[in-house]
T-cell receptor, first 113, second 116 residues
Framework: DGGITQSPKYLFRKEGQNVTLSCEQN?????MYWYRQDPGQGLRLIYY???????QKGDIAEGYSVSREKKESFPLTVTSAQKNPTAFYLC????????????FGEGSRLTVL | AQTVTQSQPEMSVQEAETVTLSCTYD???????LFWYKQPPSRQMILVIR??????QNATENRFSVNFQKAAKSFSLKISDSQLGDTAMYFC?????????????FGAGTILRVKS
C-alpha cells in the first residue's frame, strides 16, 4: 500500500542526545515536510523539501536538521540545541503545489527525560 | 504572516445531530486554499475538505460541508448526521498559492466528541 511510514512511533532520550526520526514515502511525491505538534498550538512547520538535495527552513527550524538524499526519505534530527524537544512529530508529503493536499504519516512521539 | 484561529477548543454533539466548527483566518492574499483536517485518536491526519478561495461555491464532501465567507475571512465546517467515528481533533489550515511549496498554516484545533 502507498503511504508514509514514520519510525519509531515512540522514542525516549536523555537530555543532550541527538535523535533522528525516520520518514519514508512510496507515493512518488516530490515534496516532503516535517511538522511539530504541541497541545494547544496546532502544527508548526520545521523544515520542508521540494526536491532531492534541497530543503528550506520552516517557522521553527532552530535545533533541528534534515537531509534529502533520496526522493523517498526525509529524516529529521533533533539536536541537543533544541531547547524543548518533547513533542509529537508529523511527516507529510505532497504531490504538487496546486491541490495543496498533504498526506501524513502516523507520527513519532519524542520524550526527552 | 497568515494566522488561523479556531475559537472552540472543545465541542460535543449527540450522534446523528449536526455540529459546526468555526475557523477564521487573517491574510492579505487574494488567492489561497483552505482546508479542514481530521486527527482521530490514532493521530494520523486525514484531509476532510478543501476550498479554493476563487470559488464562490461552498465545498461539500458527503456529510461534511463548509461555509466560506471570503470577505469575513471565515471558514466553518458543518458535520451533518454526526457519527461516533467523527470523534477527533479538527484542524483548520490555510495555504497561499506560492511557488515555494505547500506551506500550510494550521489553527490550534478543536476537539470534537460525538456522544451516543
Amino acid at each position: 500500500d502507498g503511504g508514509i511510514t514514520q519510525s519509531p512511533k515512540y522514542l525516549f532520550r536523555k537530555e543532550g542526545q541527538n535523535v533522528t526520526l525516520s520518514c519514508e514515502q512510496n507515493l512518488n511525491h516530490d515534496a516532503m515536510y516535517w511538522y511539530r505538534q504541541d497541545p494547544g498550538q496546532g502544527l508548526r512547520l520545521i523544515y520542508y523539501s521540494q526536491i532531492v538535495n534541497d530543503f528550506q527552513k520552516g517557522d521553527i527550524a532552530e535545533g533541528y536538521s534534515v537531509s534529502r538524499e533520496k526522493k523517498e526519505s526525509f529524516p529529521l534530527t533533533v539536536t541537543s540545541a533544541q531547547k524543548n524537544p518533547t513533542a509529537f512529530y508529523l511527516c507529510a508529503s505532497s504531490m504538487d503545489r496546486i491541490t495543496g493536499e498533504l498526506f501524513f504519516g502516523e507520527g513519532s512521539r519524542l520524550t526527552v527525560l | 504572516a497568515q494566522t488561523v484561529t479556531q475559537s472552540q477548543p472543545e465541542m460535543s454533539v449527540q450522534e446523528a445531530e449536526t455540529v459546526t466548527l468555526s475557523c477564521t483566518y487573517d491574510t492579505s492574499e487574494s488567492n489561497y486554499y483552505l482546508f479542514w483536517y481530521k486527527q482521530p485518536p490514532s493521530r494520523q491526519m486525514i484531509l476532510v475538505i478543501r476550498q479554493e478561495a476563487y470559488k464562490q461555491q461552498n465545498a461539500t464532501e458527503n456529510r461534511f460541508s463548509v461555509n466560506f465567507q471570503k470577505a469575513a475571512k471565515s471558514f466553518s465546517l458543518k458535520i451533518s448526521d454526526s457519527q461516533l467515528g467523527d470523534t477527533a481533533m479538527y484542524f483548520c489550515a490555510f495555504m497561499k498559492l506560492w511557488a515555494g511549496g505547500n506551506k500550510l498554516v494550521f489553527g490550534a484545533g478543536t476537539i470534537l466528541r460525538v456522544k451516543s
